[in-house]
């Protein structure tokens, strides 16, 4: 007779990646991964272009926790570039998006599909509010101590279904939302800089595309940009901003649009 051990999915370390120019996606992923348990713990932060372009595979004995933000219902545009480089083998993993209390449309089936092709088993998926990167009077502060509950509980909800797996190969495929085909990429809008730039050189430093002009910080190369906002948000003095009139006035309304507070979905 096989023992209680035999039948439990042996995790050796857990692994989280993302990709996180403002930051709080990394928060989401690191809190998921350290709320599952006493594991070994492994960080892989692919928000620059020098770490997307490592290639880095994983066993059927790594747990991965991996979360992209949500830009205009679909992932990042550089997404591709991070699956072709990240390979599975049957690897357990947790599918996060972060979003900005509007809608996540595409984005959490996309990634889980992504992941899938990558090699990966996806034992879950979650789709979680964060702070507008764009209005910072859209889910402020989130995810907030109302947030980290929640986080924690499903963290335990992942630990207890790891505990339950008898093999990867037995699982059930799991539902998350979205359609497929998945809905267009939207044109996004680019930021530059105004007279108030200063050549601090800091969107430069940490824009994860290299996206801005190199002799001239207030110019933004639209064909590279991904809209993501980093170099808005990091940006001392102001300077760097979107100007169309109707993007800034569509960001105003989703104080609106996204005033009700959305909780996080859960798939397991």
Known sequence: MSTLEDRIMNINRIVSIYFSPNGTTKKIVNRVAKGIGNYDMQEVNLTSKENRSV?????ENDLVIIGLPVYADRLPALSKEIF?????????TVA????GNRAYGDALLELKNSLVKSGMRVISGAAIVAEHC????VATSRPDAKDDIKILDYANRIHAKIQSIQTIESLSDIFVK????????K???VPTGDEKCIECGLCKENCPVNAIHESNYRLTDGEVCIGCGRCVNICPTGS???R???FIQFIKKLEEIAGERKEMEVFI
Do not use: C, D, M
Request: charged residues 20%; without cysteine; hydrophobic residues 20%.
């Open 96 to 99: 996060i998006v972060s979003y």
């Open 55 to 59: 290639k880095r595979s994983f066993s």
């Open 178 to 185: 979205g359609n497929y085909p998945y809905q267009p990429l």
């Open 187 to 189: 044109t996004h809008q």
């Open 240 to 242: 760097r901003a979107v």
């Open 244 to 246: 169309n009139e109707g």
């Open 134 to 137: 764009f209005n910072k009077n």
């Open 84 to 92: 072709e480089n990240l390979e599975g083998n049957n690897t357990p």
